[in-house]
Nanobody, 115 residues
């Protein structure tokens, strides 16, 4: 029922920028957390950033100062503004959300950073 849709991925050179968007639909229940994770082919899925129900933002150390997470038009939409991208940022980026104890994921959007 709950669906998340990511967009904004693409190919960019090192030092460039991308803006990822995620929209959640299909639920009227409270959203406890929304955030972004990523997974490279040779890595485990890792947390990038999230916004809690209290609107507090959290960032993984490897993106601090480079990425910014924010709300879209509603609390069911989030945006990840990525700057100063590095080749090691290359991964599939997934939008995730928790709603009343249940976790939901989008299909992911590919981000590729060339050197």
């Amino acid at each position: 029922q709950v669906q998340l849709a990511e967009s904004g991925g693409g190919l960019v050179q090192a030092g460039g920028s991308l803006r990822l968007s995620c929209a959640l639909s299909g639920s009227i229940f409270s959203i406890n957390i929304m955030g972004w994770y990523r997974q490279a082919p040779d890595k485990q899925r890792e947390l990038v950033a999230f916004i809690g129900r209290d609107e507090t933002s959290y960032y993984a150390d490897f993106v601090k100062g480079r990425f910014a997470i924010s709300r879209g038009n509603t609390k069911s939409e989030i945006v990840l503004q990525m700057t100063s991208l590095k080749p090691e940022d290359t991964a599939v980026y997934y939008c995730g959300a928790t709603i009343r104890g249940n976790a939901y994921w989008g299909q992911g959007t590919q981000v590729t950073v060339s050197s």
